[in-house]
């Protein structure tokens, strides 16, 4: 058949029924799953991430730190200035608010927690990260949720939220609920708080944080059930 009359019935929806034997005995090959990355292997593949322009300009990936598995998730925006240079995240007076913070609420964060960031490289100047930067950093975090089986989630800032929970509502309007987020295993309790960095800028919102940790641990502990 000419190329002509092939394109002709094809456009009025009609042609020979036949195929080619080769054709036919060809059996097609289903597409192979992809294994979901190992701890070792996502630590590896986040250390040498090149997906967005901050692999560019950082000093250092910030994976998170902390236990694995662990009851208790932590989830900020992105590294500052000293994060990006130690390689984790949460130091300096900040870092040193939020373990203030954990300790009044009964938790220890080098034994029931595992902090992290949306995203692993520090923007420059601080600045607030880019719609594309979250896209790209977004499947990592996911990963470290499934691997760390948290029993509960708590964001610390706007983005962090945002990112999490799919919104652009107001961090007022996050906080003292509790909502959900959808893991690989299920649906785990999430807490929206302030990030401590904020905290240590407007003193007095510290109250407002401490009515949140309070929902946080109310949370946890109602979802371990009783001892």
Same mark, same amino acid.
Request: proline residues 10%; aromatic residues 6%.
């Given at each position: 058949m000419d190329a002509h009359r092939k394109r002709a019935w094809e456009a009025l %929806?009609? =042609? +020979?029924?036949? /195929?080619? @034997?080769e054709a036919s005995e060809q059996v097609p090959v289903p597409p192979q799953p992809v294994q979901p990355l190992t701890w070792a292997e996502l630590q590896r593949t986040v250390s040498g991430c090149t997906a967005c322009s901050l692999s560019n300009s950082r000093q250092k990936t910030v994976f998170g730190v902390g236990a694995q598995p662990a009851p208790w998730m932590l989830v900020g925006e992105a +590294?500052?200035?000293q994060e990006d240079a130690s390689g984790e995240p949460f130091v300096g007076p900040a870092g040193q608010l939020l373990d203030q913070m954990l300790a !009044?609420? =009964?938790?220890? @964060?080098r034994m029931d927690v595992f902090i992290t960031n949306v995203l692993k490289c520090r923007p420059p100047a601080n600045r607030d990260p880019s719609p594309e930067e979250v896209s790209r950093c977004e499947p990592y975090l996911k990963r470290q949720v499934d691997l760390v089986q948290p029993r509960l989630i708590l964001v610390l800032g706007r983005f962090a939220a945002h990112s999490l929970l799919g919104t652009d509502a107001s961090l007022v309007s996050l906080r003292g609920v509790v909502h959900s987020y959808a893991s690989a295993a299920g649906p785990i309790p999430l807490v929206v708080t302030y990030h401590p !960095?904020?905290?240590? @800028?407007?003193? +007095? %919102?510290? !109250? /407002?944080?401490w009515s949140d940790l309070r929902l946080a641990r109310r949370t946890f502990d109602a979802a371990a059930g009783p001892d």
């Open positions: %929806e009609i =042609g +020979p029924l036949w /195929r080619s @034997r +590294p500052g200035q !009044a609420i =009964g938790v220890n @964060r !960095a904020y905290l240590l @800028r407007n003193l +007095p %919102e510290k !109250a /407002r944080s």
